[in-house]
């Protein structure tokens, strides 16, 4: 089968024909002789976070000469970026060559009665590529939660890392904090280190009594141990513990205590890899996320940013402020199974005029329904446009220079913008 013919099958396969477990993607597995298994890992779940923590630990332990894998969801430039070498895509070849493998077993279980899912056979061609790529470790983020989601089958990580945490996935995750942490939880094994973002709620004491059930040692850190000294709208400076000055070029204040968790894990993982200060500082500062707080062009200045739940998006709010601008144009859409309520209340009243799209997945409200709810929160002009491309040009000619363009509410929204938004302005 060719290239693009196996992509498409493997998207099409879509979510679970049924509850989410890992039953089927354990037989997939098992038919590679669990490769998860024979490699290295570092397991990161959470809400918020979780690319700019795997991108920092990735970056120092690739920059350490180390060979580090990096499985990453969802892409936002290229379906390669998810599996990653060192920085470097899955090539085509490889990524067809794992395809087809996979493809012809996943073809028998089916006849079994055993269904995989798009991301079951995402996770699947990453760790057999990183097993037979013979990578050091790799840097596994979870997809959707952790206790049932597909990268939860390894058995051991060296490590494992939970970012902060907030209401998201309402109705697959549960509608407290506790139910999410739980879920979140669901990745910390048996006698395995766990290294958890701070907090003083629910969420927090949830992790901590599954951590004390699986006798896994907890670390964490109290924001007070971290010194900012510099915030603005081209870096963070900051100290934490004895990592003195250190920097991130990814953007926003809240990056500062990302780094500082995966300054902690770095730490720890000197005991297994030769691991620098010096390279390690660096790599903080050179690691990049793209669509977080990203600045694609100046007058008017624009920005995307994949905040989708209340947590990031409140976070997003107060980073603007590190900016210089006259009024916000806002594009905006969501996912149904959001708490766009709570989001629009922290974004809508910032905003001086509203240029609301489609999303690009199932998942996706409806946008007569958003348009709707969006009016009620402000009396500023409101358009519903349902092309991606027509209603990225609405928030340009609504802009003047001195304005600021802000797409956020999605990261499938912002992949398409921010495709569109460099196809525009390379014109």
């Not at 509850?19 to 997939?28: A, I």
């Not at 940013?305 to 209340?310: A, C």
């Amino acid at each position: 089968m060719e290239y693009e013919k196996l992509v498409s099958w493997m998207l099409d396969r879509g979510d679970p024909q049924g509850g989410y477990t890992l039953d089927n993607v354990r037989k997939l597995l098992l038919k590679f002789d669990n490769p998860q298994d024979k490699i290295k890992t570092i397991h990161v779940a959470g809400t918020n976070g979780k690319g700019s923590v795997c991108s920092y630990i990735q970056n120092s332990l690739s920059n350490s000469n180390l060979k580090c894998g990096l499985f990453i969801s969802p892409y936002i430039e290229d379906i390669r970026e998810t599996i990653q070498i060192d920085g470097n895509f899955i090539s085509d070849n490889s990524f067809n060559h794992y395809l087809k493998r996979v493809y012809d077993v996943v073809n028998i279980l089916d006849k079994e009665g055993y269904y995989t899912t798009t991301f079951e056979i995402f996770a699947t061609v990453a760790f057999l590529y990183f097993y037979e790529e013979k990578v050091d470790v790799a840097v596994i983020e979870v997809g959707l939660g952790g206790r049932t989601d597909a990268t939860n089958v390894i058995s051991k990580p060296m490590v494992s890392i939970i970012t902060s945490i907030s209401k998201d996935h309402v109705g697959i995750l549960g509608s407290t904090l506790k139910e999410i942490a739980y879920e979140k939880g669901g990745i910390i094994k048996k006698g395995v280190d766990v290294f958890i973002y701070p907090g003083e709620n629910e969420a927090t004491n949830e992790l901590k009594e599954i951590a004390e059930e699986k006798n896994a040692p907890l670390h964490s850190f109290n924001l007070e141990e971290v010194e900012i000294i510099d915030v603005n709208n081209l870096y963070n400076e900051f100290s934490f513990r004895d990592f003195k000055n250190y920097k991130t070029s990814i953007l926003g204040r809240h990056q500062v205590y990302n780094a500082s968790l995966s300054l902690m894990v770095l730490n720890y993982l000197k005991t297994y890899f030769n691991l620098k200060d010096e390279i390690i500082k660096s790599s903080i500062y050179s690691a990049r996320n793209i669509a977080r707080l990203e600045v694609l062009k100046e007058n008017p200045l624009l920005i995307l940013d994949g905040s989708h739940n209340v947590e990031s998006i409140k976070a997003l709010v107060e980073n603007l402020s590190s900016f210089k601008y006259k009024n916000l144009i806002l594009g905006f859409s969501v996912l149904g199974d959001k708490d766009f309520d709570h989001i629009l209340e922290n974004l809508i009243p910032k905003s001086s005029k509203i240029v609301l799209t489609e999303v690009d997945n199932p998942r996706a409200i409806d946008l007569k329904k958003l348009y709707r709810i969006v009016s009620k929160f402000t009396d500023k002009e409101v358009f519903a446009i349902a092309d991606r491309r027509s209603a990225f040009l609405k928030t340009v000619e609504l802009a003047n220079e001195e304005d600021l363009i802000l797409w956020c509410g999605s990261l499938y929204l912002v992949r398409d913008i921010r495709k569109i938004a460099i196809e525009e302005l390379k014109q």
